[in-house]
């Protein structure tokens, strides 16, 4: 801690006073006095009785950087060609991920597998019982049952009974 109070008042220049109707000139770099020399200096201002001269314009900071900022914006047009090679083949991806989906959506089949009364549920893409039934590794024999016949198409909800002949 310090123990002097007051001190860093006066290192930021409290208790100067600087008379307001005095100007002080502002050293301007010379690159920065050739760009006002080309701009057009607005006319003074009147504020009460006295005149005061309105400030020359400030350069922008990053003259560069803020070009080439407002050019990115031009860039981002979605209708250009770059943007749209870009465009295409995200879309595509899309597309293929949707129709994937509903393809596997539309294909799927829960069904009810019961064999000798063990009974399990399912979710298969066969498109008839007997492949269904090669799925799981099952493969009836002569005297076996088989409820609908091999052949008959599955559809979502159907119940496949298989009774072995001993």
């Not at 109707?21 to 504020?47: D, I, M, N, S």
Request: proline share 11%.
């Amino acid at each position: 801690m310090s123990s002097s109070k007051g001190s860093h008042r006066a290192a930021r220049g409290r208790g100067r006073t600087v008379s307001p109707a005095v100007p002080v000139p502002v050293p301007v770099p010379f690159h920065e006095r050739l760009t006002l020399a080309v701009r057009v200096l607005h006319t003074p201002t009147l504020v009460g009785p006295r005149v005061v001269p309105a400030r020359p314009p400030t350069p922008r900071a990053g003259g560069r950087r803020a070009a080439t900022r407002r050019a990115s914006h031009h860039r981002k047009d979605p209708l250009r060609p770059e943007n749209l090679r870009r465009l295409v083949p995200q879309a595509l991806v899309l597309a293929f991920l949707a129709g994937g989906i509903t393809a596997f959506m539309a294909c799927d089949k829960g069904v009810t597998l019961d064999i000798d009364g063990r009974t399990r549920t399912l979710h298969t893409f066969a498109n008839d019982v007997g492949e269904l039934l090669t799925d799981q590794g099952v493969v009836p024999a002569a005297p076996d049952a088989v409820t609908p016949a091999p052949g008959s198409a599955l559809a979502d909800g159907d119940e496949v009974v298989v009774r072995t002949g001993r």
